[in-house]
């Protein structure tokens, strides 16, 4: 059984602001169609998600865990639900600083002004999506991370969890090539390694190295196409990376998206 691991900071019908959301939602459904794959998503539990309209439980070896981040210890919980309709099971963090307060929006506030903060906030979701993977005793043989959000997850991997994870394969989904400067703080509080040279670098880059897979999802515009042949420093970094560029958008057929899904698929369990 292919076990697999996918962190998204979008899951329709929980959150949804971009495709993401959309093709989180439907891929995980379609793996989960296949017996031979355990998929498990988490994803953050922003304060406007409702527990008792989806169904969310407390699970109680998942409660009030502390996660080090900045060098001071963070509590969190996660609850456990499924996509409506399915049997995909959703793992949902909460943290009462970071989620708590986030609108509808995600990634701004209720008058458009983007959060400050979302650099942060994602980075620590996706170390604390890493670290709790010894509580639900169960290793994947794939970790999938989406777009800017989750970006880190493979430098985390390689230099935080490697004892653990390095069996897994790192699997990263490009949905928008903009949103990739990760302020280097971000790396500080983790306790990361970064050159010091940069105060900001170009994480979709640093991303694109430490992955094993990595699939751009090219739009109605060829806009991920264009970038990769106008992008020199993308070209050479993906000369000897494991590397597909998929026509994707979430306006096309069902049975189009279907067949992307289980492309996708088919590679990652390759």
């Not at 939602?25 to 304060?47: C, M, V, W």
């Not at 639900?136 to 989750?150: A, C, M, R």
């Not at 394969?169 to 990739?180: A, G, M, S, T």
């Not at 994707?248 to 088919?266: C, F, G, K, Q, W």
């Amino acid at each position: 059984m292919s076990k697999i691991y996918y962190l998204s900071s979008e899951i329709d019908p929980f959150s949804k602001v971009t495709s993401v959301a959309t093709f989180s939602k439907e891929f995980s459904s379609i793996a989960n169609n296949d017996k031979k794959n355990d998929i498990r998503l988490i994803n953050p539990k922003y304060g406007y998600i409702s527990d008792r309209r989806f169904i969310l439980r407390e699970v109680i070896r998942l409660k009030d865990l502390l996660v080090e981040f900045d060098g001071t210890n963070h509590s969190i919980s996660l609850k456990s639900g499924f996509i409506p309709n399915t049997k995909v099971q959703v793992y949902f963090m909460q943290h009462k600083d970071y989620f708590d307060n986030v609108t509808e929006l995600i990634y701004k506030s209720k008058n458009g002004r983007i959060y400050n903060n979302n650099n942060e906030k994602f980075s620590f979701f996706s170390y604390a999506a890493l670290n709790t993977l010894s509580k639900l005793f169960w290793i994947p043989d794939s970790i999938v991370y989406n777009d800017w959000h989750t970006s880190i997850v493979p430098i985390l991997i390689d230099q935080k969890f490697s004892e653990h994870l390095s069996s897994a394969k790192k699997v990263f989904i490009v949905y928008d090539i903009d949103n990739y400067d990760i302020d280097a703080s971000v790396y500080k509080k983790l306790d990361l390694e970064l050159s010091s040279k940069d105060k900001k670098h170009n994480q979709l880059i640093k991303t694109i190295n430490h992955s094993d897979l990595i699939f751009f999802l090219n739009d109605e515009n060829d806009k991920a196409s264009k970038f990769i042949k106008k992008n020199k420093a993308i070209k050479d970094c993906l000369k000897n990376k494991n590397y597909k560029l998929i026509n994707y958008n979430t306006s096309m057929p069902a049975d189009e998206r279907i067949e992307v899904y289980n492309e996708i698929l088919l590679e990652i369990n390759k």
